[in-house]
């Protein structure tokens, strides 16, 4: 029997174009599924590098300190003031010191961290007595923990800097589902709206259970939020990569 409505035709697109969009909706899922990965991935390597961050702070304050009370000790104890007034006068020319009997942490630095190292290191007696081998073994203890420390820091940045290169394809690939899906949406909408048996007085009349089976379903379809989902992994990458420079 001739269809002379067009209904048959207007279910037959209807269900191409469902059975496409469904697959192109899954993909997208799984798409967004994958990306999830990704992104929890590249949250916990980011989460590291911000624990190392503050651990290496904390340990540079620590040793910092340490070096202040190293540095009180053998003012109190040692003739080290007069060995640095002594490399001081040597060295005029070359370089400005202050003498200080006592400093505050914010004073230490590498000229005189190497004082103390080389006076040790020529009355090596010192080191042997307990209050300067309690202060030395703790700075031992935290250069060591420092090192381990940055060592943790740099693969925990490579792993993410890794990670990173592959979003660039990964999204790109997500974008492209999300406009195939809406293309297909779109095109399907389209065509069926222009088709005989929906512009009919037959359609128009027709129960909403007949008018289903002519229109395409979008009630389990997700699209904006996976799309909205795909652009805050986007806007979260690029904050990443802005944290590593």
């Known amino acids: 029997?001739?269809?002379?409505?067009?209904?048959?035709?207007?279910?037959?697109?209807?269900?191409?174009?469902?059975?496409?969009?469904?697959?192109?909706?899954?993909?997208?899922?799984?798409k967004v599924k994958w990306l999830y990965g990704m992104n929890h991935k590249l949250k916990d390597n980011m989460a590291l590098i911000h624990k190392y961050k503050n651990d290496l702070k904390a340990d540079e304050e620590e040793k910092s300190e340490l070096y202040v009370s190293l540095n009180n000790l053998l003012v109190k104890e040692t003739n080290f003031e007069k060995e640095m007034l002594k490399t001081s006068q040597k060295g005029k020319k070359n370089t400005n010191v202050t003498?200080?009997?006592?400093?505050?942490?914010?004073?230490?630095?590498?000229?005189?961290?190497?004082?103390?190292?080389?006076y040790l290191d020529k009355y090596p007696e010192y080191t042997s007595k307990s209050s300067f081998k309690k202060i030395l073994d703790k700075i031992t203890e935290i250069e060591s923990g420092i090192k381990e420390t940055k060592k943790k820091y740099n693969k925990a940045e490579s792993e993410v800097k890794r990670e990173l290169s592959y979003w660039p394809r990964n999204l790109l690939e997500a974008k492209d589902l999300v406009k195939r899906f809406k293309s297909q949406l779109k095109e399907a909408t389209e065509k069926l709206g222009k088709m005989r048996?929906?512009?009919?007085?037959?359609?128009?009349?027709?129960?909403?259970?007949?008018?289903?089976?002519?229109?395409?379903?979008?009630?389990?379809?997700?699209?904006?939020?996976?799309?909205?989902?795909?652009?805050?992994?986007?806007?979260?990458?690029?904050?990443?990569?802005?944290?590593?420079?």
């Open 1 to 30: 029997m001739v269809d002379i409505t067009g209904k048959k035709d207007a279910i037959a697109i209807k269900e191409e174009y469902q059975q496409a969009l469904n697959r192109t909706h899954e993909e997208v899922k799984s």
């Open 99 to 118: 003498i200080k009997p006592k400093i505050k942490d914010s004073e230490v630095d590498d000229f005189r961290i190497n004082a103390m190292q080389e």
């Open 197 to 245: 048996y929906l512009k009919s007085v037959a359609y128009r009349l027709s129960s909403e259970k007949e008018k289903m089976k002519v229109n395409i379903h979008t009630l389990y379809y997700r699209m904006d939020e996976m799309d909205n989902t795909i652009k805050t992994f986007e806007d979260e990458v690029k904050e990443a990569k802005q944290a590593i420079k």
